[in-house]
């Protein structure tokens, strides 16, 4: 079964650092998404990126953020300068279309200190 | 605004019973309802979507109904089993939105 592939697995950072969270998406799909879950806390939606560009974004997804779609497999989020509230799980997703189910990847463990 | 309400208290069910499970929402008018299973650590999963003009939809096991008045969706898992053990998490979606969002999600406990 076709999965989404994200990288790394674990990364602890220092405060006020940049981190770049990569991920493979499924490749027939054509939607991408980043979500975050803190610790204990609901899936919080960050970004969706289509047709490369970025077509949604939440509050929490301010200028410290960015996102890349660099060539035709990887999709990046950057965080310019990370602050030890952005620890938690990251999530990548991808999807065929906007209402069909999502594929998420098994995430990104980020710990700021 | 809109708020997506699981109950934030944990199922726990005898092995072989039907766990049931509430997702309301207010302030959507969804074309639209998701469901998804989450391990501890782990990414959610992909398990249902239901939409507007659906009552009712299986997959093996598992029942979902949506009903737009009630502004409100059910989720079954029947013949439950340990393995069932996890959050389930609803996410009603909009027409040409592109930001699915989650409720905190449901822990059910599958008692051997």
């Known amino acids: 079964e076709p999965e989404v592939t994200q990288t790394p697995s674990h990364q602890v950072t220092q405060m006020g650092q940049e981190v770049i969270l990569r991920c493979v998406p499924i490749s027939n799909h054509l939607y991408f998404y980043w979500y975050r879950q803190i610790l204990g806390q609901k899936v919080e939606f960050l970004v969706s990126?289509?047709?490369?560009?970025?077509?949604?974004k939440s509050e929490i997804f301010d200028d410290q953020f960015s996102v890349e779609r660099p060539d035709g497999s990887n999709f990046t989020l950057k965080i310019r300068s990370t602050k030890l509230e952005d620890s938690a799980m990251y999530f990548c997703?991808?999807?065929?279309?906007?209402?069909?189910?999502?594929?998420f990847g098994s995430g990104t463990r980020l710990t700021v200190v | 605004s809109q708020k997506i309400e699981q109950n934030s208290e944990a199922l726990n069910i005898q092995e072989g019973k039907t766990a049931t499970l509430t997702c309301n929402y207010t302030n959507y008018s969804p074309a639209y309802l998701q469901w998804y299973r989450q391990d501890p650590g782990r990414g959610p999963v992909f398990l249902l979507l239901i939409r507007e003009n659906e009552k009712e939809k299986r997959k093996e096991r598992l029942k979902v109904t949506f009903d737009t008045t009630l502004k409100q969706s059910l989720f079954h898992i029947t013949a439950s089993q340990p393995a069932d053990s996890a959050t389930y998490l609803c996410?009603?979606?909009?027409?040409?939105?592109?930001?699915?969002?989650f409720g905190k999600g449901n822990q059910v406990v599958v008692i051997p």
């Open positions: 996410a009603p979606g909009a027409h040409g939105n592109n930001r699915l969002a």
């Open positions: 997703a991808s999807s065929e279309a906007v209402d069909y189910g999502y594929t």
């Open positions: 990126f289509y047709n490369n560009e970025i077509s949604e």
